[in-house]
């Protein structure tokens, strides 16, 4: 079996495909397939989509979080348990949101802000309005 190409963070390098069969999954990771279909039961967070023919699909973000699960485990020697409410808690403080989720979660914000404009935003759009005046 081959080992893994490490990265600089000594996390194995993922290759750049959309998809990954179980067992390219437990070779970069350096598990068991057995050892990742009982994580899936274990964290619902994890679930690889399946092909037609029932074959385990993982993403890219599933290899991820499977490293990351290694990690809480193997290397920080969280429980199970400890591991999940770790998981569980960073997602909810927004530390693991993707960027594209950070920028719609601020868009939104940004909806919210501009909702209902007060009688700042009317003087601010009086002054820019002169300027432009001034300008033009």
Known sequence: MREPVLSSD??????????FRIGEVSRLAGIKPYVLRFWETEFSTLGPKKSGKGHRLYRRKDVELVLEIKRLLYEKRYTIEGARKHLDARGRDGSSK??????????HSQRDL??????????IRRELKEI???LG
């Open 132 to 134: 432009l005046a001034m």
């Open 10 to 19: 000594d996390r194995p390098e993922i290759p750049d495909k959309l998809y």
């Open 114 to 123: 501009f909702q209902n404009p007060g009688p700042m935003f009317d003087e």
């Open 98 to 107: 993707s960027p594209e989720a950070m920028a719609k979660a601020a868009a």
